[in-house]
């Protein structure tokens, strides 16, 4: 190995924009915020002590394709089957693992282990494993001391820890990876960092506890549970140091307890942090009660209905209410389309840069986008005649990025089929498929509050009747046009398998709000209703109340100006649709009664000169006769005299 190769190694970190190992990161890279911004490239590689005789190349793996500022990160791959993990893998001196934060972390890592150790002959340098795990597969273990129950565990009590039920598939990783590490360990040498809760640098398991003493909404903080059970606990950048150390001297010990020095209980930690930030006051409640914590997610709704009925106006109300982000399916795919130009352009404009693997997965995508539109006859936006996977693709991307899975977010509109909700929110746990790309489990982004709106039809059709004609092109709302995929979405709703079916599977159940008024919806009537299933914002602001009370304010006056727009645009464009929507009416119904006179004058001219006639003989004959039965008489007349 030369001199170079030693003194700057190239580290690979799973799920880097994640809360530790972000932190890990950018530890490990030595706060890239020192920098100069205009030397961001040379930021990319930092030196990581005072000596300088060692620096990191920080690669990894991120959940979403934003375009965050990471000058701590050489390379980032967007969502990589494991086929390309397993490339970069291998170009790569350390792989750390961290299964902290996500349950899926822990399939993957063990997927990489494994991969790594069956490659172990194609490895062109020694290579170390680092598999960051928790507490929690001590969580059960027997006392050192049973007279003494605080004796707190050291490294060398490993051999006798047990998991937590919830953390088992954690603590059988951890001696599989040791097991594979004893194997080779001059070439492929592995070590299990347990880390303990971690904390700082914003914070993530108290982040509950800051923010519910900062806002003061609650005099009392809640500690759940007895209270009394002592917190293994670390701060991410003492656990960064720590696998920074196992990278440079490579300790003979191969698993290691990451804890801090600290003795304290959950209750202790939570009177310090309300100490601080709050009143300073706690009450204990049970564990169950932890559960009913709604603070603890951002909302998820989704609002679904006939087009014309309102969707995407009560979906940006909601939005503006909550500080939720509005997740349209044409907005999307057009940020989606630009993304990928954007990273194109960026990557091949940029000889420096070497991320080409990244731009050509993306030049390959929109290639999949744009041949994908062609073939359904579409050259430019709206965008919604993409197959149903590309749309599911696409929505999933966008629903699983940071903003979304942070703030919240209301899904407007979509899925609008059966087979488009089970793709989207469907999660098999039994399936593994390494072509599948790795990502957060679908549970993520299902949607906590589904809203179906609903109206009759003809209001529907006085409701685009009385649209601006700007609206009526832009939502494509021509009469033939809207009156086919409003009996679409009928059709749709009636069958047994429909979005709404869907979700009442998933045990969601939808709330129906029927539209009975022309205009825009009684907002205030309908946000109220809205209001009461959601609940109060989740947002982390100074004052939920005062968030309420803007909100509300806000959704008044964006009522009030479009209900004036409203009434100036039909106030000059009312007898104009009318006008045309009758004539159309009329027009069409002239063209009726001319086909069925053309076929009458047939049918008239038939009867007149081969059945007329002899009829009228046929009748008198009968009125001269007086037959017993004149119906056979008639019967017995037509047949003789058939013309």
């Known amino acids: ?39 961001e490239k040379e930021c990319r590689t930092l030196k990581l002590n005072d000596s300088g005789s060692r620096s990191y190349r920080v690669v990894g793996t991120i959940s979403d394709g934003s375009e965050d500022d990471r000058p701590y990160v050489l390379e980032a791959y967007i969502r990589p089957s494991r086929e390309k993990i397993l490339q970069k893998l291998m170009e790569c001196d350390v792989i750390v693992y961290n299964i902290t934060q996500h349950p899926e972390q822990v399939d993957e890592a063990r997927w990489a282990v494994t991969a790594l150790h069956d490659k172990i002959n194609d490895f062109g340098q020694p290579k170390k494993f680092i598999l960051i795990s928790t507490v929690m597969t001590w969580a059960c273990s027997e006392p050192i001391n049973s007279d003494d129950l605080e004796l707190p565990f050291t490294d060398d009590d490993f051999r006798r820890r047990k998991a937590h039920p919830n953390f088992e598939k954690h603590l059988e990783l951890e001696k599989m990876v040791t097991k594979v590490g004893k194997m080779d360990r001059a070439l492929f040498s592995t070590y299990v960092v347990v880390s303990g809760l971690q904390y700082g640098l914003g914070e993530q398991v108290f982040h509950l ?91 998820r709704a989704c609002v679904l209905g006939p087009p014309a009925v309102g969707k995407s106006t009560v979906s940006r109300q909601i939005c503006d209410y909550y500080k939720l982000h509005h997740v349209r399916l044409n907005e999307t795919i057009s940020e989606t389309i630009s993304h990928l130009e954007y990273m194109m352009r960026h990557t091949f404009s940029d000889p420096e840069n070497d991320d080409s693997a990244t731009a ?29 996977q590309m749309l599911v693709k696409v929505m999933m ?14 899904l407007d509109g979509f899925p609008k089929t059966y087979e488009q909700a089970k793709e989207l929110f469907h999660v098999d746990e039994h399936e593994s498929d390494e072509r599948t790309p790795i990502s957060l489990s679908n549970k993520k982004i299902m949607p ?31 009469q033939e046009h809207f009156l086919q995929i409003l009996a679409k979405y009928r059709e ?53 109340e005062k968030i309420q009370k803007e909100g509300m304010m806000l959704i008044e006056t964006t009522v009030k100006a479009e209900r004036e727009q409203k009434e100036l645009e039909e106030a000059r464009q009312r007898s104009a649709h009318w006008e045309m929507w009758t004539k159309t009416l ?14 009458s004058v047939q049918m008239k001219t038939y009867l007149t000169e081969h059945i007329i006639t002899t009829l009228s003989l046929g009748l008198i004959a009968c009125g001269s006769a007086w037959p017993e039965d004149p119906i056979d008489f008639m019967a017995e007349y037509l047949i003789k005299n058939n013309p």
């Open 1 to 39: 190995m030369d001199k170079d190769r030693q003194l700057q190694e190239r580290v690979f970190i799973n799920d880097i924009d994640s809360f530790s190992s972000k932190c890990i990161a950018k530890c490990l890279a030595k706060h890239s915020l020192e920098c100069d911004g205009s030397a």
């Open 209 to 299: 506890f800051f923010k519910m003493s900062w806002l003061g909404e609650e005099n009392e903080i809640p500690v759940f549970g007895e209270g009394n059970n002592i917190v293994p606990t670390i701060h991410v950048c003492d656990l960064a140091r720590v696998i920074q150390k196992i990278i440079e001297h490579q300790p003979k010990p191969y698993y290691l307890l990451a804890v801090d020095y600290s003795n304290n209980t959950m209750e202790d930690i939570v009177k310090t942090i309300t100490s601080a930030l709050g009143f300073g006051k706690i009450q204990r409640k049970t564990f169950e009660e932890a559960f009913l914590q709604q603070d603890l997610s951002p909302i």
């Open 360 to 388: 050509t997965e993306a030049q390959e995508l929109l290639s999949i986008i744009n041949d994908n539109m062609e073939q359904n006859g579409v050259i430019s936006l709206p965008l919604g005649y993409l197959d149903d």
């Open 397 to 410: 991307d966008k629903l699983i990025s940071n903003p979304c899975k942070n703030q919240g977010f209301v």
């Open 448 to 478: 906590e509050f589904v809203f179906i709106l609903d109206a009759s039809d003809s209001l529907l059709k006085d409701r685009v009747m009385n649209l601006p004609e700007k609206l009526v092109q832009e939502h494509k709302y021509e």
């Open 492 to 544: 749709k709703n009636m069958e047994e398998e429909s979005v709404v079916n869907y979700l009442e599977e998933l045990d969601i159940n939808p709330l129906l709000i029927e539209i009975t008024s022309i205009s825009i919806p009684d907002n205030q009537l309908l946000m109220h209703t809205i209001c009461e299933r959601v609940g109060k914002p989740r947002n982390y602001a100074q004052n939920n």
């Open 586 to 599: 009329e027009e069409k119904r002239q063209w009726e009664v001319q086909q069925l006179e053309v076929l």
